[in-house]
């Protein structure tokens, strides 16, 4: 596991890394999205659900999506109650999907799992898309956090794949 | 205040985590292991090791003995009357599902009822879940006090003609609560129900006598008690365990095994089917060789001192909501941090070295009794000192200027 290489080093200089990397896990984007989160709340006429849950906190999440004619995501809504991390997450997912067509929901609902991982080389996403996802980039940092992440995007994957089965972090 | 940390005895605690010294205050989830035990595992393993009770070499006959002290240590550790009511198990865990398989289960049948607590860890629960599942049986739930506590006469009023078992933590590991055994076991025989206790806590900071409090199993686990991962023992009366069929199918256990017939063998090793975990029995016996060379009720103080140095600090934020008032408790503070998620006050803790659990805590009929859906949690043991207390304070600080 890469990430938890010289996890244990000694000195300041390590120390102010980790408040570096808190800094940036924490910062005033993800906190905004966590304490005002957009798209908040349950959705008439949804004709996509799922709920999502994290065994290891109990966190659990519910995703409504509105598809119109055309496949397209024509409303989001989510609820639940979570951490900074899984609600800022799931906030920003709703942002990010609302009016894509489901092919590229797919592609950035990849990109990112990808992308809070840790993984090298995402690739196929807009520039712009990279950029707004890059701020739960600071996720990667922090293994044990990863499925705090994920949980809201795995949700949205059953929720679109109509399995209609419960999703986990995983 | 009498008793010093020995901190020289546990090598990881001088370890740097995230670049700041460690103030470990996840004790209650696993504790740290003294130099003592880790010596004895690797002495017994490098000179005396074999599988037990099957060689006629002398290896063989040295590894049996060992492995047979560590029962009697355990024996001793809880006061039992015969070292065959010691059976060694992987765990706390395994202990509760053995008494759920090998006693509970051909005794139950649909309609029965179980008398649990809701401040039981889920390994307290699930076992009893198993039998509602497979015998229909029915789990009835004891409330708690706001504060934490049990009431043994909720004890009495929830035991009814068709109670087969009550299980009950020793102390919880969310709350701290310590509950009052001996009445509520008194109360349980008085009406046939045998008890089962979840030692778990109980046995790292109570003193326990089995006779005493006349339980009829009382399930613990090592890594809790300053011991290795991978062994827990179950107490068991030796009349009862005589009545049960065995739990796992293997070596050891048997008597005799033909093509057609096998017979057991006597208890405890009727129940240690396959190679026990001979190496973690040494280090079990060592590390209850190491708790009694202190004075058990000055490492208690100790504990609760820094308990109520905490408790008083963390009083200061009107921020934090503390769950697990007793009044008999022990070293262990949970709480919930309004506007802020446990996990992300227990990411920001570690990041300053301090390590806390965050989460259910396996206690989630115990959440859901004091609606929350997550805490804080810092469990304190031997080790543990004011400056930890003080870093998780600092700590609390900074996650408050950090997320809001």
Not at chain 1, 61 to 89: N, P, T, W
């Amino acid at each position: 596991m890469p990430l938890l290489r010289g996890w244990r080093r000694q000195g300041v200089f390590f120390s102010d890394m980790i408040d570096e990397s808190l800094r940036e896990l924490y910062q005033e984007v993800i906190l905004d999205h966590s304490k005002h989160p957009r798209h908040f709340g349950p959705l008439d006429h949804a004709t996509h659900n799922a709920d999502g849950l994290n065994p290891l906190c109990g966190d659990r999440i519910s995703v409504h999506l509105k598809l119109d004619g055309d496949g397209r995501i024509a409303d989001i809504a989510f609820e639940g109650k979570g951490c900074a991390i899984s609600q800022a997450s799931a906030s920003l997912m709703t942002d990010m999907l609302k009016g894509r067509s489901t092919a590229e929901a797919e592609k950035l609902m990849d990109g990112f799992l990808h992308l809070v991982k840790g993984e090298e080389g995402v690739t196929g996403l807009a520039d712009d898309d990279l950029e707004t996802l890059q701020v739960m980039a600071g996720v990667s940092a922090f293994p044990m956090r990863v499925k705090c992440a994920t949980l809201a995007w795995h949700t949205m994957k059953s929720a679109l794949e109509g399995s209609g089965a419960p999703a986990k972090s995983e | 205040m009498s008793f010093v940390p020995p901190l020289e005895d546990f090598p990881i605690l001088s370890k740097p985590v995230n670049g700041r010294r460690l103030a470990y205050l996840d004790s209650a989830a696993s504790a740290q292991k003294p130099k003592a035990v880790l010596d004895a595992m690797t002495a017994f393993a490098t000179s005396e090791f074999a599988n037990v009770h099957r060689g006629v070499h002398r290896l063989a006959a040295v590894a049996t003995q060992r492995y047979e002290e560590a029962r009697v240590a355990v024996q001793q550790f809880l006061n039992a009357k015969h070292s065959d009511e010691i059976i060694f198990t992987k765990g706390g865990t395994e202990a509760l599902n053995l008494v759920s398989y090998a006693f509970l289960s051909p005794r139950i049948s649909a309609g029965d009822e179980i008398v649990l607590t809701k401040m039981e860890h889920h390994s307290n629960i699930v076992p009893w879940h198993f039998m509602r599942e497979r015998k229909r049986a029915v789990l009835k739930w004891v409330e708690l006090r706001e504060d934490g506590s049990i009431n043994p006469p909720a004890v009495a009023a929830q035991i009814t003609p068709k109670t087969k078992l009550l299980a009950i933590a020793h102390m919880s590991n969310v709350l701290g609560t310590v509950n009052p055994l001996k009445e509520i076991i008194q109360i349980a025989h008085a009406k046939g129900v045998p008890v089962v206790v979840d030692g778990c806590q109980g046995a790292v900071h109570e003193k326990v006598d089995v006779q005493d409090l006349d339980a009829d199993f009382y399930a613990f686990t090592g890594h809790k008690l300053y011991g290795p991962t991978g062994i827990g023992a179950l107490y068991g009366k030796r009349a009862l365990l005589k009545t049960m069929r065995p739990f796992n199918g293997g070596g050891e256990m048997i008597a005799e095994v033909a093509e057609d017939k096998v017979t057991y063998a006597e208890p405890p090793h009727r129940f240690e089917a396959g190679t026990p975990p001979i190496i973690e029995a040494v280090g079990l016996a060592a590390a209850i060789k190491y708790l009694n060379g202190f004075d058990r009720a000055a490492i208690k103080a100790h504990e609760l001192e820094l308990y109520q140095y905490a408790r008083k600090e963390i009083g200061r934020f009107k921020w934090v909501r503390v769950i697990g008032e007793a009044e008999d408790k022990g070293a262990i503070l949970s709480f919930e941090t309004t506007g802020m998620h446990a996990h992300d006050v227990a990411t920001i803790l570690d990041g300053e070295g301090v390590a806390v659990r965050a989460g259910h805590h396996c206690a989630q009929v115990l959440m859901e009794r004091f609606g929350v859906a997550s805490t804080t949690r810092a469990s304190f043991g031997l080790y543990n000192t004011r400056e930890d207390v003080d870093a998780l304070i600092a700590g609390l600080e900074k996650a408050r200027s950090i997320l809001l």
